[in-house]
């Protein structure tokens, strides 16, 4: 039964990373029911979980990874949008560690965040002639990025939604916007799993000794070979002339998802 579970928990997993819908609430709301964890030690897992689709993004980006090591204004993006997300980011989880077991409920800040997708799908609809290339991305507004990136940390805020919404608003073309809020995610995700280990390595110890290595394994396994087909899909739908329908459809997603966990809970 625990490997049934460990599947759907990656699958989750690979799914919700890639969408605005905020992985780690997913997970912690699935793992809280299926393996009856507590909500902090839930939100922990869920950022544990994260393995699976870094492995996702280093397969499906390996031509960019490389480009990094040759590339200096990629590699000067990745460099600072990773400092101010960490600046921003560890404190605030270690905020929500806290929060988490003063009954915070993460479904309230995923409605806005919804709600702004909408806004950034209209914002595309009617604005598309005027977005520019990634590579024209200034300091302050790789900053900007960064700092979005960060204040994801909190339960039911999507890392992937806050960055490619801070992009699109900055005005970067959709397939730049997505393309590279993904690349963005490899060092964040891994300081992010780094994080858990460092601060809460308790919750993840009895997660491992709940489930086991063999189901910790199959779980990132799962959410890997999910995470491909994710983004590919998505990358697709960002290149063609209807990508505002993405957010329409992900904004609608997220305040769906929300409103279920109010209800819920």
Not at 24 to 35: F, G, M, N, P, V
Not at 131 to 150: C, H, V, Y
Not at 242 to 256: H, N, P, R, T
């Amino acid at each position: 039964m625990n490997f049934l579970v460990s599947i759907l928990l990656g699958i989750i997993q690979g799914i919700s990373e890639w969408l605005p819908i905020s992985s780690k609430t997913q997970e912690l709301i699935a793992s809280h029911y299926l393996l009856g964890l507590d909500v902090s030690i839930a939100y922990t897992f869920g950022l544990f979980m994260e393995m699976g689709s870094i492995g996702s993004a280093l397969i499906y980006f390996r031509q960019d990874v490389k480009r990094v090591f040759h590339d200096k204004f990629l590699l000067k993006f990745l460099v600072v949008v990773t400092a101010l997300t960490g600046i921003v980011g560890v404190p605030l989880y270690v905020i929500s560690d806290k929060l988490l077991q003063n009954a915070y409920n993460p479904s309230i800040p995923m409605i806005f965040l919804g709600i702004a997708l909408i806004a950034d799908g209209i914002y595309i609809k009617y604005s598309r002639s005027r977005t520019r290339e990634f590579k024209n991305l200034s300091t302050k507004e790789m900053i900007l990025i960064g700092i979005a990136q960060g204040i994801a940390a909190l339960p039911g805020v999507s890392r992937s939604g806050m960055t490619v919404s801070t992009m699109l608003v900055l005005g970067i073309n959709p397939e730049d916007a997505f393309h590279y809020s993904y690349l963005a995610y490899i060092p964040a995700a891994i300081g992010a799993v780094g994080t858990t280990l460092l601060f809460t390595r308790h919750h993840v110890s009895y997660v491992i000794s709940l489930i086991g290595i063999d189901g910790i394994a199959l779980a990132v396994i799962s959410s890997l070979l999910t995470g491909l087909v994710v983004i590919g899909f998505l990358l697709k739908i960002a290149k063609t002339k209807k990508v505002y329908l993405i957010d329409f459809m992900l904004g609608g997603i997220a305040v769906l998802v929300s409103m279920l966990g109010l209800i819920i809970s």
